[in-house]
């Protein structure tokens, strides 16, 4: 093992420095992947300095998210305290479904899980777990709804067409989910946005009246903190006042950007939150730690162990269901994802996390006024969002981050909102500076002078 680690630390050494020298890694065609790295598994071991000479390669060779020039993913960058938390977590390897084999891992996630309550001012009840990602925190708040407004699907399925909403603009999660509970796709009903992308409450409403009067059973309303395109932030105070009125369960998918519940100067963009039924928020993008840290939490943690939590006597054999977290997850095993959390929030405390948030609006305002002051950029984008969209010079947007990308020289995606292709550029990378900005667009300007 100890020789295992000295490896490891040399291959760390080798990734910081092509983060540092090669930002962007020369990119392997998909055809000359297998010919180009020696990724074949073979009857004889690997000589440990061909071994090493191939994780070498390897690293070169991937894309590095932690790098200034990585702006493509709603995720990115590095925080060293989540990092050692998650290095900590793998050399530990708690399962987390019981306390008698987690211990104090057991705390730690409770201590997490009641922290994001209160900050969001739910109630003493509410409770909630770490999820294999964002789609999944949404497939387990669409669960409890419907087993909330069908208690008897878990055991017969579903006795009547129940109907879920979204805006037009959410995360393609949310159909999918439709069709892993039962509802099927075709019972979610897609609400028109606005301009910015935020979804329209009274079209919310005239479509739930609509369905109630054609026999079906509203009873699930996905809210957005952060639409994957824009950016954008649903009304949740509006909306929620909405599914009160119709008895519906109000879900706010926060994984893009429910990080902002950490910032005294942005939470007023989940007014309302308190009013929801469940929250969900990936910590691996806002808050920059390592992927993956999901985190589901609602109102009632009754939900939770009515429709996750099943006997297994081989299983839960000390303990209380309180701190036998199986109880209340969609896994079994299931790794520590808590740690890494912890142990960021630990060392730079709730301000630091909010320092964070603060910055990532600061950077891409820095990024907006840049391309107004500037005639060969069209904005498309607004304030009070972390994805800044634009073009440049009427070049296709795919066209200009594909070369981008090939070339070495910048990570950066492209999307669509109502039919209009743009480049999009997130802030979200915790590494990035002012400088980095900057740079960026002078590495655009350069590229296609």
């Given amino acids: 093992m100890i020789e295992d680690l000295e490896l490891f630390n040399e291959l760390v050494e080798i990734l910081l420095n092509e983060e540092h020298f090669n930002p962007v890694a020369q990119p392997i065609e998909t055809e000359e992947l297998f010919t180009s790295l020696d990724l074949n598994l073979n009857a004889e071991p690997a000589i440990d300095d061909d071994f090493k000479i191939t994780l070498s390669q390897i690293i070169k060779s991937t894309p590095k998210t932690a790098s200034t020039s990585f702006f493509n993913q709603l995720f990115g960058g590095r925080m060293s305290r989540a990092v ?58 669409v669960l409890m709804a419907r087993d909330k407004y069908d208690p008897n699907a878990r055991q017969r399925g579903i006795t009547r067409p129940m109907t879920i909403y979204t805006s037009d603009v959410s995360h393609y999660s949310i159909g999918k989910n439709a069709s892993f509970i039962g509802i099927g796709k075709d019972q979610v009903r897609l609400i028109p946005s606005n301009s910015k992308g935020e979804m329209l409450p009274d079209a919310l409403e005239k479509q739930i009246i609509e369905d109630k009067q054609n026999g079906m059973l509203p009873f699930f309303v996905n809210a957005t903190a952060g639409t994957t395109v824009l950016g954008a932030f649903d009304d949740v105070d509006t909306i929620s006042k909405i599914c009160k009125t119709h008895d519906l369960w109000l879900h706010l998918d926060g994984a893009y950007c429910g990080g902002v519940i950490f910032s005294a100067q942005y939470k007023h963009l989940v007014n309302g939150i308190e009013h929801t039924d469940s929250f969900s928020i990936n910590a691996h993008k806002m808050l920059g730690t390592p992927l993956s840290c999901s985190i589901l939490v609602t109102r009632d943690k009754k939900y939770l162990y009515d429709s996750f939590s099943n006997e297994a006597e081989y299983l839960y054999q000390t303990d209380t269901d309180d701190f036998n977290l199986g109880k209340t997850s969609l896994q079994c095993g299931r790794r520590n994802d808590a740690l890494k959390l912890w142990t960021l929030w630990k060392s730079v405390g709730s301000n630091g996390l909010e320092s964070m948030v603060n910055s990532q609006f600061h950077l891409a305002e820095i990024a907006r006024t840049y391309i107004k002051a500037h005639p060969d950029y069209e904005l498309y984008s607004f304030e009070n969002s972390i994805s800044v969209c634009f073009n440049y010079k009427n070049i296709p947007a795919k066209t200009l981050c594909t070369q981008l990308y090939k070339d070495a020289q910048l990570m950066v995606g492209f999307g669509n909102f109502k039919g209009q292709d743009f480049v999009r550029m997130v802030t979200i990378n915790s590494v990035l500076q002012e400088k980095d900005i900057r740079n960026f667009f002078t590495t655009i300007e350069q590229a296609f002078s």
């Fill in 84 to 141: 050692l938390g998650d290095l900590l977590a793998v050399m530990l390897n708690n399962s987390m479904y019981t306390y008698k084999v987690a211990g104090p891992q057991v705390g730690i996630e409770k201590t997490l899980l009641r922290a994001i309550c209160d900050l969001i001012k739910y109630p003493k009840s509410a409770d909630g777990t770490f999820a294999p990602g964002g789609s999944m925190s949404n497939y387990m708040a």
